[in-house]
Structures are given as structure tokens and as C-alpha cells.
């Protein structure tokens, strides 16, 4: 998996949007964006991926860059419940799912 | 979909003894899991690759003899920790994957050696 790099930790507001940044300025062609996060005591949680273009779902979106030497995970609404530690990993997927968790970002959503 | 059940949620066991984790793909067939452990504070660290109707594959400076791994069917995997100490007392996490969909995470077992 390539190296990435986020802010240990981001503070952000009930309701409005919460833009978590992610560098990953080894990234290889074949590799993808995957974002997840885990909330204290449970298991990671899948949340979104993507190869070059964004992505949108139900949860969040993701804007990559052109170079794709960096990425944002962004929840546009944020609640009390988002709160957790969100992780961005390089992975090419596939027969090689062998993902590499870093410290991630601790988001805290303040009332 | 892609629902990974993992049991039991928590245990505590005295020193000595034997557990096993129990890892479960609910809708789909996983080809391959993986087994985690995070101790306090710190990030997942990987610990095993497990793949089915093979031996797993165990990361440097995780012994195969003490985290037995048994991959019987494309639903399930099990995770035994052997003679365990409290040394071993951690979060277990497992996850699988099938049919190139995303990694999907179980909820964890937490284990206490007394």
C-alpha cells in the first residue's frame, strides 16, 4: 500500500459539512482510495472508494485530485454519530486486500 | 449486503487456556479473510491472511502455532489463540472480501486473559 498522510485529529460542527483531507503522493496507477472509519469498540466500517474520478453514496463523497496525489472524504451533513477515528488507504484491491491502517483522523462533531 | 459477523463479541479467559473467535461472510462468499488485532490506542495491525482450503499466511512477528487459523468453508474462518496470556488480550477484528467488493469488517471480539 502506498504512504499516506492525515491530520491526527479535526474538530467540526453538528450539521454542517466535515472535509477530511488525505496526501497519498506515492499512489500507483492501479491503486485505489478507500476510506474508513471506526467508531470506538467496533469494527472499521467501509465508507467509500475510488480509482480517479469522484465518488457519491449514501454516506459520503470523495473528490480526488487530477494527480490523484490527494484526496477528500467529505460528509456533508455531520451528526454526533460520525464521530470516529477515519482512516484513507492506498490499496490496489482485488486478490491484494491486504490493508494497511495508518493513525487516521479522529473526527470529532461538536453539538 | 456484505455483512461480516463475528462471535463471540467479548470473552475473558483464564491464562492457559484456549479461544476461538468465530468469523462468518453472512451474503456472500469470501474467498479470502484477513484477521486484525488492536491493542489500545493504536491502529488495526494485520496479522493473518486467511484463505480457503489453504494454510494462512502469517505477517512477520505473529507465531502461526500460537493464532491457529482455519479457513474450512467460503464462510467462514476461525481464529484460535493457544495457551493465551494476558500478553494476548486485545480486539480481534476479522474481515473478508469476495467477488472484488470492498473489505468489510466484523465488530470485533474483545479478549481479556486473566
Known amino acids: 500500500d502506498a504512504k499516506t498522510t492525515q491530520p491526527p485529529s479535526m474538530d467540526c460542527a453538528e450539521g454542517r459539512a466535515a472535509n477530511l483531507p488525505c496526501n497519498h503522493s506515492t499512489i500507483s496507477g492501479n491503486e485505489y482510495v478507500y476510506w474508513y472509519r471506526q467508531i470506538h469498540s467496533q469494527g472499521p466500517q467501509y465508507i467509500i472508494h475510488g480509482l480517479k474520478n469522484n465518488e457519491t453514496n449514501e454516506m459520503a463523497s470523495l473528490i480526488i485530485t487530477e494527480d490523484r496525489k490527494s484526496s477528500t472524504l467529505i460528509l456533508p451533513h455531520a451528526t454526533l454519530r460520525d464521530t470516529a477515528v477515519y482512516y484513507c488507504i492506498a490499496n490496489s484491491g482485488g486478490s491484494n486486500y491486504k490493508l494497511t491502517f495508518g493513525k487516521g483522523t479522529l473526527l470529532t462533531v461538536n453539538p | 449486503g456484505a455483512v461480516v459477523s463475528q462471535h463471540p463479541s467479548w470473552v475473558i479467559c483464564k491464562s492457559g487456556t484456549s479461544v476461538k473467535i468465530e468469523c462468518r461472510s453472512l451474503?456472500?462468499?469470501?474467498?479470502?479473510m484477513f484477521w486484525y488485532r488492536q491493542f489500545p490506542k493504536q491502529s488495526l495491525m494485520l496479522m493473518a491472511t486467511s484463505n480457503e482450503g489453504s494454510k494462512a499466511t502469517y505477517e512477520q512477528g505473529v507465531e502461526k502455532d500460537k493464532f491457529l487459523i482455519n479457513h474450512a468453508s467460503l464462510t467462514l474462518s476461525t481464529l484460535t489463540v493457544t495457551s493465551a496470556h494476558p500478553e494476548d488480550s486485545s480486539f480481534y477484528i476479522c474481515?473478508?472480501?469476495?467477488?472484488?467488493?470492498?473489505?468489510?469488517f466484523g465488530n470485533g471480539t474483545r479478549l481479556t486473559v486473566t
Open positions: 451474503d456472500f462468499q469470501a474467498t479470502t
Open positions: 474481515s473478508a472480501t469476495g467477488n472484488n467488493s470492498p473489505l468489510h
